[in-house]
């Protein structure tokens, strides 16, 4: 089984601030995404990373894939509070597309 | 509008009862995912089917089951329904599989409460 932990599970700061998500495994993913998830929806895809060292921009969000592709994270620069929300990050396994998700980090940004 | 629609939205049964939980998937997806979220955590695989076949399966429990049917609505059955299956269950689709993931869309979930 291929496990992806989050870290850190919650996360406060205030409008301004830069914060950085991780997402480690032990395992090597053929691709990895991030989502966001906020109170009573479903997951919406932010970014897939495909290839090792890879760095995506998305405004102010930041996406590294590891060169191993075993570990992801995310930086988000001066975070504002319509950032805050649940962030997940997924890896997609070599023998198929099952998305395999972390647990996820609870960002909360206050004005 | 991710353009995937689950049904119901809301759910309160007893325990010991049998629910159905329906998915449409985006139209041109072929591929249709099952995932389980209980209260503040990440999501957990329960099961893809791929145009009518299984593909993939996860941490599915036994009294749990699916199938995707010829027009590629999927439902999703959960049978001696305990409190602990009590969470929101969501289903997602996509184009199809290959050797990088295609987008997944996700629908708006059906809540589960088990009482």
């Known amino acids: 089984t291929q496990l992806l932990e989050q870290s850190p599970q919650f996360l406060s700061i205030q409008e301004g601030e830069n914060l950085t998500v991780y997402c480690n495994s032990s395992?090597?993913?053929?691709?990895l995404q991030w989502y966001r998830q906020e109170p009573g929806e479903g997951p919406v895809l932010l970014v897939t990373?495909?290839?090792?060292?890879e760095v995506k921009k998305l405004k102010r969000l930041t996406f590294q894939f590891g060169d191993a592709r075993k570990d992801s994270s995310l930086h988000i620069t001066a975070a504002q509070p319509g950032d805050t929300g649940l962030y997940l990050c997924?890896?997609?396994?070599?023998?198929?597309?099952?998305?395999?998700f972390g647990g996820g980090t609870r960002l909360m940004v206050k004005p | 509008d991710s353009g995937v629609t689950q049904t119901p939205k809301h759910l309160i049964t007893a325990t010991g009862q049998r629910v159905t939980l329906r998915c449409s998937p985006r139209?041109?997806?072929?591929?249709v995912y099952w995932y389980q979220q209980s209260l503040d955590q990440g999501l957990q695989f329960l099961i893809q089917?791929?145009?009518?076949?299984?593909?993939a399966k996860g941490n599915i429990l036994e009294r749990f089951s699916a199938q995707q049917f010829p027009d590629l609505h999927s439902e999703l059955n959960l049978s001696s329904l305990e409190l602990g299956d009590s969470a929101l269950y969501f289903c997602?689709?996509?184009?199809?599989?290959?050797?990088?993931?295609?987008?997944?869309?996700f629908g708006q979930g059906t809540r589960l409460t088990v009482v």
């Open positions: 089917y791929y145009n009518g076949e299984e593909r």
């Open positions: 997924a890896g997609v396994g070599n023998a198929g597309n099952m998305l395999t």
């Open positions: 139209s041109g997806d072929l591929s």
């Open positions: 990373v495909v290839t090792g060292g």
């Open positions: 395992s090597v993913f053929s691709s």
């Open positions: 997602a689709s996509s184009l199809g599989p290959g050797r990088v993931y295609t987008e997944a869309f």
